[in-house]
């Protein structure tokens, strides 16, 4: 079993910024995906931004420019910077583990999430 523990939610204002983590209790093989996803209240859940093995990240359209996500192989840890936060960035952000399978990222480990609330 794998374990992911996010930290770093909170309260800001719009325009402001916040650090999410999310610390992976081990590795699960060469090739992996980690990813944030986000789901506010009455929405579906949206995936924000994506790391890969080989290093490729990708971003949701609406998070694009604003927002960074960075994985530190030593530390096992996901990081998302979030930049220039709007109101409809309020949302629980949960982290995501999973293996690789021909090209297809497979979740298969989920945080409890962490709480981003961003005021106007």
């Known amino acids: 079993q794998v374990k992911l523990v996010e930290s770093g939610g909170g309260s800001v204002q719009s325009g402001g910024s916040l650090r999410l983590s999310c610390a992976a209790s081990?590795?699960?093989?060469?090739?992996?995906?980690m990813a944030w996803f986000r789901q506010a209240p009455g929405e579906g859940r949206e995936e924000v931004a994506k790391?890969?093995?080989?290093?490729?990240?990708t971003y949701a359209e609406s998070v694009k420019g604003r927002f960074t996500v960075s994985h530190d192989s030593a530390e096992n840890t996901l990081t998302l910077q979030m930049n220039s936060l709007k109101p409809e960035d309020t949302a629980k952000y949960y982290c995501?583990?999973?293996?690789?399978?021909?090209?297809?990222?497979?979740?298969?480990?989920y945080g409890q999430g962490t709480q981003v609330n961003v005021s106007s």
């Open positions: 081990r590795y699960i093989g060469a090739t992996y995906c």
């Open positions: 790391f890969d093995s080989d290093e490729t990240t």
């Open positions: 995501a583990l999973g293996p690789i399978y021909y090209h297809k990222c497979l979740y298969e480990y």
